[in-house]
């Protein structure tokens, strides 16, 4: 089992910045591909981006290639997403996921372990 917990959530005004963070426990880390989703209110979660087991490779959805970086430290057992130039269809639930792969993709059940999410909310 890997036990995923994020955190950084939280109201900015459009156009700034967000942090957010998933720890993960139980296993080992750095044998999980790592992922972002997020979910609105009434729509359905969608991929954000994702992140190979090393950490060399990453793939990101084109709603936000270069405003967000996900990048992860294998020895704090961490994911990140840092999110810039935040826009008001940013908000959502943002959750982490680990696949037990070496890359993983865009399709949720390619996933095997989510977090409980975090709310980012973004003003206009």
């Known amino acids: 089992q890997v036990q995923l917990v994020e955190s950084g959530g939280g109201l900015v005004q459009g156009g700034g910045s967000l942090r957010l963070s998933c720890a993960a426990s139980?296993?080992?880390?750095?044998?999980?591909?790592m992922g972002w989703f997020r979910q609105a209110p009434g729509k359905e979660r969608e991929f954000v981006g994702a992140?190979?087991?090393?950490?060399?490779?990453?793939f990101y959805a084109g709603s936000v290639k270069g405003r967000f970086t996900i990048y992860r430290d294998n020895v704090k057992n961490t994911v990140y997403l840092q999110m810039n130039s935040l826009k008001p269809e940013d908000t959502a639930v943002y959750y982490c996921?680990?696949?037990?792969?070496?890359?993983?993709?865009?399709?949720?059940?390619?996933?095997?372990?989510w977090g409980q999410g975090t709310q980012v909310t973004v003003s206009s």
């Open positions: 992140i190979s087991r090393p950490g060399g490779r990453t």
């Open positions: 139980g296993r080992t880390f750095s044998n999980y591909a």
């Open positions: 996921a680990a696949a037990d792969r070496y890359y993983s993709g865009v399709a949720a059940d390619e996933y095997d372990y």
